[in-house]
């Protein structure tokens, strides 16, 4: 591992060194466990070793793998990374090599994915289906019971062999072991259901089964729901019982896990605030002495030091800022916090990713998971590289032709950097898009990026360098509507810059990601009075409450009543939200669900005018296509957004063209049909990537 000083002035406690079982970790962050596509094929082994040696030359504490199923009932998909047979030690060497090479702790996940899984074979002890998953279960029977108990014991030994420092049980999130604790999944009669005792029986004797086959010193760490956020969760004096019992039995540490994959409470999205859930694992700490670990939206060096400061916790586990920043905890301990690339927690090249079955990385950092083949290898002969534009595209193009060591010149013409980022940070819960500005604006200053603001390059410009990027961005389509350029209308980007005065009724045009976006803006507190920056105001809209007694901690969620009454509105008859991300857009439904949104799909723009917004709606014949006039509907608004998509910016590819200038396309200026913050960052690493 990379040297980090001992204990650097800023983070005294993140730096101390903190023993479980055997082991002794540098540090106390944990890089949580975490999915990444690679696990579940021998052919990636290299490529995992790499992903894993990057973030432990990267200074964090301890690696927990990704969910490795003891037994195939337990696969999460079919063929899913599962360590049961002495061949999978072979594949799993390759890994932990990687990382004790690099100097790092990696602990093995052992995860039974329980009614959660994504295959056939998939086994559970209860009988009501899984919401959110296909496939029927088999309702386990004592024999299955008993050998799975067997095969978590078989997977830590083999895992010890593998070369791991410890193991991590997988107790939560709704994966087996849940549903055997929760009321919620487990309505057997038997040994194993009824009462609490029973529910718990089957962890117990798992735990029990784990120290039978590996020694005293090896570290097992329980992963432990300390929140279920379902109806008949456990309770806390559940919970409690449950943490001291896994110590009695021999668990070295409990790493907390907040809410199941069904729940309806958000635990990782963006808009949750930082640091939501240390409360719920910090209440452990008069039941256990041994360590805990805190979890769900730590993101920055500054949110661990002040948890491990003020909040009775050992450690604290972060998964996805290691995939944003390999380097977080060396950059933390040398005094660098403001060039870590912090998790903006969209989960849109990471969780996205798995739950459609594609390999993990980062929005922000698009090496991640593909460190052997996006290589920002230094230049032998350094190029005079321009930028144009400073939105995600060209920011990314502009940090990383310099990290090549290419001598670059970023012009924008706007007074600041950002684009459309810029835009998104003033959008209630996603506040957290500032921190990628101040990334690449610390980037861009200590790679020495020479940066024109308010300055519009010309092909003039252009002419003394050696390649040309074009980043130029989007802007907002105004649709072809009677009465469009009507005093009440306006762009997404001229209300949420502020740049507009907006009324009390508001009709929105378009139901896109921006068009709930700017629901949620118009109908939301902003700013510091934004829910995700305001704990109280966020456990009310969703329904948190820290009554010890209620199961799953769970009560009514009551939002706060909106700012503004909002119409939402597209032409398409289908459901709204539809193209939102896989794991955020439920999220986002829900909430312009709470504030009253009223959506309206299926309806064509007749005109605008001073009585407000004329919509009609037709019905098509399915056989001739002839359309029938069904009903007409005026709103009264005061204002109309439109965010009815954008159109590409390439005011510069003809006169570049035309004077010979080599140059590249990326981001929004490139397809704007499908603007996308995540291709935009990783088309202008790639664009820098191949300027030699
Ligand atoms: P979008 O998702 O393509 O939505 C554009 C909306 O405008 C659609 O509702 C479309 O619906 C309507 N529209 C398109 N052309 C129109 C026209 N000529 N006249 C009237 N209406 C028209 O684009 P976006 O909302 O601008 O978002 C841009 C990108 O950013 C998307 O890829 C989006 O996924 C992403 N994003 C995501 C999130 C998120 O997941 N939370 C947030 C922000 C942005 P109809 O054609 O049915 O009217
Ligand atoms: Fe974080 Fe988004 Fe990157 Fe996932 S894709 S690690 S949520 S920044």
Redesign the pocket.
Known sequence: MTDTPAAPTRYPNLFRPLTIGGITLPNRSVMGSMHTGLEDRLKHADELGEFYAERARGGVGLIITGGITPIRSGDLMPMGARMATPLSVFHHRKVTDAVHEAGGLIAMQILHAGRYGVTPFKAAPGSAPSPIHPFKHMRMTESMIRRTIRAFGRAARLARRAGYDAVEIMGGEGYLINQFLCAHTNDRTDRWGGSTANRQRFLIEVIDEIRRQVPREFPVILRQSVADFVQNGQTFEEIALMARRAERHGVDAINTDIGWHEARVPTIVTSVPRGAFVKFTERLRDEVSIPLIASNRINTPEVAEDILTHRRVDAVSMARPFLADADFMVKAAAGRAEEINTCIGCNQACLDHIFVGKKVSCLVNPRAGRETRLVLSPTRAAKKVAVIGAGPAGLSAAVASAEKGHKVTLFESRDHVGGQFAI?ARIPGKEEFHESIRYFRTQLAVKGVDVRLNTRASVEDLKEFDHVILATGVTP?V?AIDGVDHPSVMTYAEAVRGEREIGHRVAV?????????VSEFLTTPTGADSPSLNLKEWEQEWGVTEDLETPGFLTTPRPDAPLREVYMI???ASRQGK???KT??WV?RAAVKGKKVEQISGAT?EKIDDDGLHLAFYEEDDKTGEKTLKDRRVIAVDSIVL????ESVKDLVGPLEAAGISFDIVGGADLA????AKRAIRQGTEAAAKIA
């Open positions: 998104a389509r649709p045009l378009g139901a896109g990601g921006i068009g709930f976006d597209q032409r398409k193209s939102l991300g955020s857009g986002h723009y965010c009815t998509g954008q049909a499908e603007l996308d």
